[in-house]
C-alpha cells in the first residue's frame, strides 16, 4: 500500500483499490466498512484495463487513526491486490452527474447559458424539460447542481468520484545523450 499524506479533505479520504475481478469482491470489501462503521459516500467501480481486475474508487468519511487500521484488514483481504492512498493535491479527480431540469420555454434559455458556461452536454429536450449531463471535479459539479436547482430538478444521478494520481513531470537530462 501506498499512502499519501494529507489526503484526507473535509473529513473525506479516497482509496484506489485494485481488486481480482471475482464474484463477492465488491461485496467483501464494502462489508469491511460498514463492518467498521464507516459510511462510503462514492464508490465507482469498473475493470481495468486487465480484465483480471477491477478498481474500485472509495471516498470515506473518517478520522485518521481508523482509516489506517481498515486499510490494513482490507490489505489483507484475498483478492485485494494493492491499495492507494490519493492525496487531493496530487491526483486528477472527476465526476459525472445527469441531471433533469424543469424548462419551460420561459426559462429554457437561461439554463441553455448554464449549459455554455458550464461546458456541459444537452442530451435529450421534451416539451417541459431538459436532461444535461457535465464531466468535472466533484466541486464544479456540485456548482452546477446548485445553480440548476432553483429552476427545478426533476432527477439527478451522480456517478460519484473517479481519481488517478497526477503525472510525475520531470525535466529532460541535458547530459542525456
Given at each position: 500500500?501506498?499512502?499519501?499524506?494529507?489526503?484526507?479533505?473535509?473529513?473525506?479520504?479516497?482509496?484506489?483499490?485494485?481488486?481480482?475481478?471475482?464474484?463477492?469482491?465488491?461485496?467483501?470489501?464494502?462489508?469491511?466498512?460498514?463492518?467498521?462503521?464507516f459510511n462510503i459516500e462514492s464508490l465507482?467501480?469498473?475493470?481495468?484495463?486487465?480484465?483480471?481486475?477491477?478498481?474500485?474508487?472509495?471516498?470515506?468519511?473518517?478520522?485518521a487513526a481508523p482509516m489506517e487500521q481498515?486499510?490494513?484488514?482490507?490489505?489483507?483481504?484475498?483478492?485485494?491486490?494493492d491499495i492507494q492512498e490519493l492525496n487531493?493535491?496530487?491526483?486528477?479527480?472527476?465526476?459525472?452527474?445527469?441531471?433533469?431540469?424543469?424548462?419551460?420555454?420561459?426559462?429554457?434559455?437561461?439554463?441553455?447559458?448554464?449549459?455554455?458556461?458550464?461546458?456541459?452536454?444537452?442530451?435529450?429536450?421534451?416539451?417541459?424539460?431538459?436532461?444535461?449531463?457535465?464531466?468535472?471535479?466533484?466541486?464544479?459539479?456540485?456548482?452546477?447542481?446548485?445553480?440548476?436547482?432553483?429552476?427545478?430538478?426533476?432527477?439527478?444521478?451522480?456517478?460519484?468520484?473517479?481519481?488517478?494520481?497526477?503525472?510525475?513531470?520531470?525535466?529532460?537530462?541535458?547530459?542525456?545523450?
Amino acid at each position: 500500500m501506498s499512502s499519501a499524506p494529507g489526503s484526507e479533505v473535509g473529513g473525506t479520504t479516497t482509496l484506489v483499490v485494485r481488486v481480482e475481478n471475482k464474484a463477492g469482491v465488491l461485496a467483501r470489501v464494502a462489508g469491511l466498512f460498514a463492518r467498521r462503521g464507516f459510511n462510503i459516500e462514492s464508490l465507482a467501480v469498473a475493470p481495468t484495463d486487465d480484465e483480471r481486475f477491477s478498481r474500485l474508487t472509495i471516498v470515506v468519511g473518517v478520522d485518521a487513526a481508523p482509516m489506517e487500521q481498515v486499510v490494513k484488514q482490507l490489505d489483507k483481504l484475498v483478492n485485494v491486490v494493492d491499495i492507494q492512498e490519493l492525496n487531493p493535491a496530487a491526483s486528477v479527480e472527476r465526476e459525472l452527474m445527469m441531471v433533469t431540469v424543469r424548462a419551460d420555454s420561459e426559462i429554457r434559455g437561461q439554463i441553455l447559458d448554464l449549459v455554455r458556461i458550464f461546458q456541459a452536454t444537452v442530451l435529450n429536450v421534451g416539451y417541459d424539460e431538459i436532461m444535461v449531463s457535465l464531466t468535472g471535479s466533484p466541486s464544479r459539479v456540485d456548482d452546477f447542481e446548485d445553480l440548476l436547482r432553483p429552476y427545478g430538478i426533476v432527477e439527478v444521478q451522480r456517478t460519484g468520484k473517479v481519481a488517478l494520481p497526477k503525472l510525475v513531470k520531470s525535466t529532460p537530462d541535458p547530459l542525456a545523450p
